[in-house]
């Protein structure tokens, strides 16, 4: 079945550095979208992305949707405190049914 | 700003017992979801539903699972048997219309299974 792989499964950065999240999706996609989860919260969403190469951007976050449509990233430029939580990809087929990467929990270091 | 709400925020349960879980979804979306995350893993996708019917579902929604959209407001996740493996946060979710795969999600109902 399809399957959303994310690396790394964890980051530690110092405040300032910057942080990059890599999905790959073992199917084409039609969509995919970028969730984050503090701890202890919920997804929020953050961005769609639908074209092959896509690239869109949001203050210090930077996501990209591979041309194939199989690979997506996020990266955050400088990041902050405020950044801390688990970053999720999460995949559709064009259907209902979303797969979500096992996410990447950024720490960061004051 | 119109949010996803779910009831109970934690619910304990015995093994073996019935449980249902509620959300109240953004009121103008068609698409509702439920999803399952056991603690420090990946968020899970359990089904989906769309003009009163499911419209997909995982392998993890078995017979032990059913949804219900009983009113025009509310939207349940009923487990019949519980077991300790159900022990997770359920996520309740819905979406737009033009965008079914935009989820916004509940807080959440922390079920523990004893």
């Known amino acids: 079945g399809q399957q959303v792989m994310q690396i790394p499964q964890y980051q530690h950065v110092q405040e300032g550095e910057d942080f990059t999240t890599y999905c790959n999706s073992s199917t084409t996609l039609s969509n995919i979208q970028w969730y984050k989860q503090r701890p202890g919260g919920h997804p929020v969403f953050l961005i769609q992305l639908v074209k092959s190469g896509e690239v869109k951007k949001q203050k210090r976050l930077t996501f990209q949707f591979g041309e194939a449509k199989k690979n997506s990233s996020l990266h955050i430029t400088a990041t902050q405190t405020t950044d801390v939580g688990t970053y999720f990809c999460a995949g559709s087929t064009g259907g209902f049914k979303t797969i979500f990467g096992a996410g990447t929990r950024l720490f960061v270091k004051a | 700003e119109p949010e996803v709400t779910q009831t109970p925020s934690h619910q304990v349960t015995q093994m073996g017992q019935e449980v249902i879980l509620r959300c109240v979804p953004i009121s103008n979306h068609l698409y509702f979801y439920w999803y399952r995350q056991i603690l420090g893993q990946k968020v899970e996708f359990l089904v989906s539903f769309y003009n009163n019917e499911i419209s997909e579902k995982s392998e993890i929604f078995d017979d032990q699972f059913s949804v219900e959209r009983p009113d025009g407001s509310n939207f349940t996740l009923k487990i019949r048997s519980t077991k300790l493996e159900d022990s997770a946060m359920y996520f309740c979710?819905?979406?737009?219309?033009?965008?079914?795969?935009?989820?916004?999600f509940g807080a959440g109902t922390r079920l523990s299974v004893l």
């Open positions: 979710a819905s979406s737009p219309m033009i965008a079914k795969n935009i989820q916004y």
